[in-house]
Every structure is written in structure tokens, then in C-alpha cells.
């Protein structure tokens, strides 16, 4: 397969969401709307579609472990198997959605984006988009793993049936939510009815994109004004609850780095720990380099690179994010500020 | 050698053509060259009046086989379909849209796969099946007896279709891809997942490692003799000694046509030690394996070489690229 322009490559959104959430609600709506694009779907059972769509192709999710000495690499042999089947028709879709079961880790589905030389060479990874169930997340969070995972892996996390849940028990799913994963953007629905473009064209592994890591404390208003008009203040005031395994954790060292120790540090941390990690991000500023260091990984891959150029105007600080189980918070906060230049 | 300098070259004797899109498998049904294409259609004939046949229209051709006889191929459409020499396709299965992941063939028998089912056709027409542990990846018959090699996760299985009981299963760990016969039937090799080439010296299961290279190895072919067995994934071709009881344990590859591009296919002439070899930059190269000594047959530029593939003579040598482009050479004299 010959090598593509990022641009070029085949976004591929992973939509994952525990039994019963909504996924294949979500699902029927992008497919239906008058979007123009093209999307080969990826699903687990067939019959479940509604909408005709002659690209739809059955997984197995056969998760497998690379023999590469690292123990929570495990792709999607499948994927793999598909993507490559599915470049073969190439130019005749513009972009992939991988729908997981309700079970599913993501973890697997977006090792295989980092994993798989064939596979990164034509798609990339778009966004992990997670959809719940406002009424029974909180539930899940306690007796299902899985569930657990999803939303803390999620780049985008729509909530939904809304409509079953008074608001005060939606501002609650929301900071069970958030005390996993904080920095994820969310969107209220009833039936999935989010905008296409809140979910589909993120770019949310892109190093570009990686602009800022702030919380995402502040829901996304778009279907939010009927519920809590008159309470909008209460977004700011948000319950806050500590998750007792799954945690974030987030580190900010004022001014530059020392790349000698930053770069050992990030790399003993991704694989001491990397089981425990599900993602990790940061922006950093490298003593003498005028510009900003980006990074992201998922468990033990880490990709970085050099991106823009610090501006004048900003602040040369450096962070770094952690979402994972059981995290290490003190161990890590010392490694990290110790790489201070 | 600096790209585009071979002092030989017989890129005069090329008829470049279009093949009208992408190639993923070149063959020769007799005396016809045929390419396949990853839109479902199969040209047969010679360049400038080839033949357009859709076998699986409105599908994409996934995985082939070829014998020199019968083309076969199977397709996201979930049919397999094999073309002869008369240019007629004649459907050998329909799966159901479930997409053919791998084929093998040899002689009136044909095997194909979809996800864990395996499935193989004898000379008398009797399809039997038997379920995989994982998805089949890759077939492959052994030369001799109607048995059916698999590969799959954490190996690969040696199929009798024909005899009742549990098939032998050959372990080694990881995601194994396709699969290929030693000539003599001695070894069985696998591509890999890791980058690496697994094989088993059949007499004792004895595992053997293949590894270094930087990609995948999705070309293999062996020599006509059966002594070597060379690879793509590499900036060279890396070709593995397979003469000795051992097969290539404790031996050192060689390698043909060291390049700063990575080998995409490779295809061993049927009666010499030359191999031909294709390039992610569209270079194609004949490299003989006694002395390295290397031949152009086609200038870098155009994307990857997606098929290769001598006649049965070895007068002629057919490749297309990924872009559509194609060419056929035919060696002087």
C-alpha cells in the first residue's frame, strides 16, 4: 500500500457504548443524514443497520497479542484484515466507522492505529466516541469494568436518553463522568440526536490538534437549554466524586523542560505503567527549542513530534495528562516535575 | 547500483500499458498474461488487446491464486471465481457477502476461506469444511496428498479434508498471514504479523524464525529448484537457503537487489536462479542469485509494484503497479 498524506488517510471513528446505550441509535443517524460522505462500517452484527449501506463488513473482534515484549499491546487482527480488504476500494468511501461491542476494550482498536505499519500508512485514528445511558451509566461504572473503560478512553462522550433522567440526575452521571475522564467533550442527547460534526471529523489523535488539555469542565450546550435553563451556573459548580480506581491525573511545571530527563521519564513511565495508562497526553516546552513538544499514547505507544513554535504571547509551561487505572498520582507528579530544566 | 543506472537493462524490451487500475496479482493462463485488479476485473490477454472481464462486479478482488492454468479469485462480494484460458469466469462458491480471505489451489482441488470457516472443493466437485480457531489468514495444499495447510492465530493446521479426525495443528505465538509449501513439501512456511517469517520442518514440527525485517512479508516465492525461498519486506529481497536438511536454521539469508525501497513482490523465474523483484517505488529488477548481478526492467516512479509473475517458460515476465500501470517484458532472444 503506498504511502498517503495525512490528510489523505481514511479517518476512522471507533463507537463504542455498553449494551443498550445507544451505539446502533447513533450509528442509523449518521448513516441516514444527508451528509454527502461515504462510510464503510465496520459492525459486529449484521441486521442491526437500518439504513442500506452497501459498504457494511461483519468483525470478529479477534483481539491478538504482538510478540513484541510488551504485554498490553494487543491489535485488532481483524481490523487489520479489514482495512487492508478494504483499500481495495479505495476512493469509493471517505471515512470508516468501527462499531465495538457493548463488552469491547477500546484499547485494542486503537493499538492497531499505532501498531500496524500497513494499517497506518492509509487510515488514521479519528476519535473515540463512547455514547451512554444517562439513566444507567452510574450503575455500570460500578459493576462493569468495561463500562468504566470506555469513558475513560473517549475522546468524545455522548449521553444519552436524557430524556429519562431528571436534571439532577443527569448533572450526576455527568460527574461520574468527569471523575474519570475530564477532559473528554460531551454532548447531551435523546435517541443520539448530536450533531454529525460533534462526532465524526475530530481529529482527536492528530499531535495537531493537541492545542490545549484543558478540563472540559463546561458541557457542550447543544441540547442542554430546556433542562437546565435557569441553572446554568450549577455547570460550574459541579459535584465532584473521586473515582476509586480510575483516575486522571494532571501536571502542569511552570517554564521548560530538560529533554535529557524528560524524554527517559515519559518513556520508563508509558512502560512501567502502561498497563495501568489508557491514555496520556502533553504539551511541553523543551529547553532551547523554540517550539512546542506534543504528545499522546495509548497504554505502552507513545507518538510525539515537534509542532508550532511557541508564540510570543504565550506562556512556556509544560503538561502532562494520565487517565488510568490505579495511577501512581505522587510517583508521577515527582518524575515529572524533577524533569524541570 | 544507483536507481535508474543498471549498466544492463532491458526495460527496451518492456510494452508499458494501462491495465486500467490497480493490480493486485499478475499470472499467465497459458500463454496469456492476465492481471488482476482490485476493482473486481481480470484483463487477460496481451497488452494492447486484453480482454475486460468483471468476476466479481461491482465487488473488490481481495485475495488470487494462480496455477498457469486457472486463475482464481475471491472477493468482498463473498464469491470465489476462477478463470481459464477461454476467458470464461465460472463461479466456485458463494459465501454469502462473507468477504474470501485467503485461496489456495492445485490441480482440480481449490480451497478458500471465510473468517474461521475453511473450505475445500476435491476433483470429484465435494466442498467439505472445517471450522478454524481464529480467522484463516492463509492456505496453502502441500505438494503431495490432498491436505490443506491454515494459518491463524498462534499457528497454523495441517487439514486432511478427506480423513476423519482432529487435524494437526503446528503452534508457534502471534498472528500468522500466509502460507507457502516448500516445493518438496518439507517445510511450511507463514508470514507474520511481527515482521517476521515462521516456518516448521514438517517431519518433527521443529520451529523456525525468519526474522529482521522492517515490514511485513506479503511476497514470498520459491525458486524452481525448491532450494530457495525468497521474500518481500525488506529494502532488499532477502532469499532463504532451504537446500539443507535444516532449512535456513543457523544460516544466513542472502540478499538480491539492495535498494533504498522497500521490496514489495518477488517472483523466481521457473527455470534459473534470476529473480524478478518489485519496489514500493515501482522499480522492477531481475537480480541473479549466483553473483547479485542485477538487470532494470522498469525505472522507479508510479507507486508500488502490486503483482509479478513469470510464464512457464520464463520468457516473460508480467508486473502491474497499484497506480494501474503495467508492463510486459519479453526477454530477447
Redesign the interface.
Known amino acids: ?2 504511502e498517503a498524506r495525512e490528510g489523505d488517510k481514511i479517518p476512522v471513528t471507533v463507537l463504542t457504548g455498553y449494551l443498550g446505550a445507544g451505539k446502533t441509535t447513533l450509528l442509523n443517524r449518521i448513516l441516514s443524514e444527508p451528509h454527502g460522505k461515504r462510510y464503510a462500517v465496520v459492525v459486529n452484527e449484521f441486521g442491526e443497520i437500518g439504513i442500506d449501506n452497501e459498504l457494511v ?2 468483525a ?1 473482534e ?1 483481539v ?5 515484549g510488551c504485554i498490553c499491546c494487543t ?1 485488532r ?2 481490523l ?3 482495512i487492508e ?1 478494504l483499500m ?3 476512493g469509493k468511501f471517505d471515512a470508516i466507522i468501527v462499531e465495538t461491542t457493548g463488552l469491547a476494550d477500546p484499547a485494542p482498536v486503537a493499538q492497531t492505529f499505532f501498531v ?3 494499517v497506518q500508512k492509509v487510515a488514521r485514528l479519528d476519535a473515540v466516541v463512547t455514547v451512554a445511558d444517562a439513566r444507567w451509566l452510574a450503575h455500570r461504572l460500578r459493576d462493569a469494568p468495561e463500562a468504566k473503560n470506555q469513558i475513560a478512553f473517549a475522546d468524545v462522550i455522548v449521553i444519552n436518553k436524557i430524556d429519562l433522567v431528571s436534571p439532577a440526575e443527569l448533572r450526576e452521571v455527568e460527574a461520574r463522568i468527569r471523575a474519570i475522564n475530564p477532559y473528554a467533550t460531551l454532548h447531551r442527547a435523546q435517541n443520539c440526536d448530536v450533531a454529525l460534526a460533534d462526532v465524526l471529523e475530530r481529529r482527536a489523535f492528530d499531535l495537531d490538534r493537541i492545542l490545549d488539555i484543558e478540563p472540559d469542565f463546561l458541557v457542550a450546550e447543544d441540547h442542554d437549554h430546556d433542562h437546565d435553563h435557569g441553572h446554568a451556573h450549577e455547570h460550574h459548580g459541579l459535584k465532584h466524586y473521586h473515582d476509586e480506581d480510575m483516575q486522571s491525573v494532571s501536571i502542569r511545571l511552570d517554564g521548560d523542560v530538560d529533554p535529557a530527563k524528560f524524554m527517559p521519564w515519559i518513556n520508563r513511565v508509558t512502560q512501567e505503567q502502561g498497563p495501568n495508562i489508557l491514555r496520556c497526553k502533553g504539551i511541553v516546552a523543551m529547553k532551547n527549542d523554540p517550539k512546542r513538544f506534543v504528545f499522546q499514547g495509548v497504554h505502552m505507544m507513545l507518538d510525539g513530534d515537534s509542532q508550532r513554535a511557541w508564540r510570543a504571547d504565550e506562556k512556556r509551561e509544560s503538561k502532562v495528562v494520565f487517565i488510568g487505572r490505579n495511577l501512581e498520582e505522587e510517583a508521577i507528579r515527582a518524575g515529572f516535575l524533577a524533569c524541570a530544566a | 547500483m544507483t536507481d535508474g543506472q543498471a549498466t544492463t537493462s532491458l526495460a527496451q524490451h518492456v510494452r508499458a500499458f494501462d491495465a486500467g487500475g490497480e493490480a493486485v496479482a499478475a499470472a499467465f493462463l497459458g500463454d496469456q498474461p492476465a492481471l488482476a485488479l482490485a476493482d473486481g476485473v481480470v484483463r487477460l490477454g496481451e497488452p494492447d488487446d486484453a480482454k475486460r472481464i468483471a468476476v466479481h462486479p461491482g465487488a473488490a478482488i481481495l485475495v488470487t491464486v494462480c496455477d498457469g492454468a486457472t486463475l482464481a479469485t475471491g472477493g468482498d462480494d463473498g464469491r470465489v471465481v476462477a478463470v481459464g484460458a477461454d476467458g470464461v469466469a465460472r463461479q466456485i462458491a458463494d459465501e454469502k457477502g462473507r468477504w474470501i480471505d485467503a485461496l489456495a489451489l492445485r490441480g482440480e482441488s481449490v480451497a478458500w476461506s471465510a473468517g474461521k470457516a475453511v473450505m475445500a472443493r476435491d476433483e470429484a466437485g465435494v466442498v467439505r469444511t472445517w471450522a478454524a480457531p481464529s480467522s484463516v489468514r492463509g492456505l496453502a495444499f502441500q505438494p503431495k496428498g490432498y491436505r490443506l495447510a491454515a494459518t491463524h492465530y498462534n499457528g497454523a493446521t495441517l487439514w486432511f479434508p478427506k480423513v476423519e479426525g482432529a487435524p494437526q495443528t503446528l503452534e508457534w505465538k502471534g498472528a500468522h498471514l500466509d502460507a507457502t509449501f516448500s516445493p518438496d513439501g518439507r517445510f511450511l512456511v507463514t508470514s507474520m504479523q511481527e515482521n517476521a517469517l515462521h516456518g516448521w520442518r514438517l517431519v518433527d514440527s521443529r520451529n523456525m524464525r525468519m526474522t529482521g525485517y522492517p515490514g511485513k512479508t506479503r511476497s514470498l516465492a520459491w525458486s524452481h529448484d525448491g532450494n530457495w525461498l525468497a521474500t518481500s519486506g525488506a529494502e532488499a529481497s532477502v532469499v532463504w537457503p532451504f537446500k539443507d536438511k535444516d532449512g535456513p536454521m543457523g544460516k544466513a539469508p542472502r540478499e538480491c537487489g539492495v535498494r533504498e525501497a522497500r521490496v514489495t513482490r518477488v517472483a523466481f523465474h521457473p527455470r534459473a536462479l534470476v529473480l524478478a523483484i518489485g519496489y514500493a517505488d515501482g522499480m522492477v529488477l531481475l537480480c541473479r542469485l549466483a553473483d547479485a548481478a542485477e538487470i532494470l526492467v522498469r525505472r522507479p516512479g508510479g507507486g508500488p509494484v502490486g503483482a509479478l509473475c513469470w510464464d512457464a517458460r520464463g520468457a516473460r515476465l508480467l508486473f502491474g503497479l497499484e497506480s494501474g500501470e503495467a508492463g510486459l517484458l519479453d526477454l530477447p532472444g
Open positions: 500500500m503506498s463488513v461483519g470478529d479477534e491478538f497479542e504482538m510478540n513484541n491489535v487482527g481483524d487489520i484484515r479489514i480488504g481495495r476500494r479505495k500496524d505499519e500497513d
